[in-house]
Structure formats: structure tokens, C-alpha cells
């Protein structure tokens, strides 16, 4: 990968960050929490009620089961 481009922006909660970190990275860190969803709702199992919170609970029993 070659140097990073961009310009930095003083940031005053924090360290200075790049535009073109905020330009990809946002979108792709957007991507990847959506997909995650997605898997987590079409494997998980059933739960007993379509309540946010049983559905919270199912999604969490997969994402707690996966392997990296």
C-alpha cells in the first residue's frame, strides 16, 4: 500500500485524523456492521417472540458463537 493522501484536520477531542480516513473508512466500517447484522439475522435461531429484545438475544447467541 502506498502513503496515505490527504490533508489533517485538527480535531479537539482527540488526535488528528485524515480526510481521506474519514472518506473510507466510515463507509467501510458501515459495510462490514451491516453485513454482520445480516449474517447474525439470517443464522440465528428462532426466538420465541419478534420482540427487540429476543431478537437482540438470538443475534447475540450467534455473534458469541463465531470463531475468528
Given at each position: ?68
Amino acid at each position: 500500500m502506498g502513503p496515505e493522501r490527504g490533508f489533517a484536520l485538527a480535531d479537539p477531542d482527540g488526535p488528528t485524523t485524515t480526510v481521506l480516513d474519514d472518506v473510507t473508512g466510515a463507509p467501510r466500517d458501515m459495510i462490514q456492521s451491516h453485513l454482520l447484522q445480516v449474517v447474525a439475522l439470517v443464522t440465528m435461531l428462532l426466538p420465541s417472540a419478534l420482540d427487540q429484545l429476543d431478537v437482540r438475544d438470538a443475534k447475540a447467541q450467534v455473534l458469541l458463537r463465531c470463531v475468528l
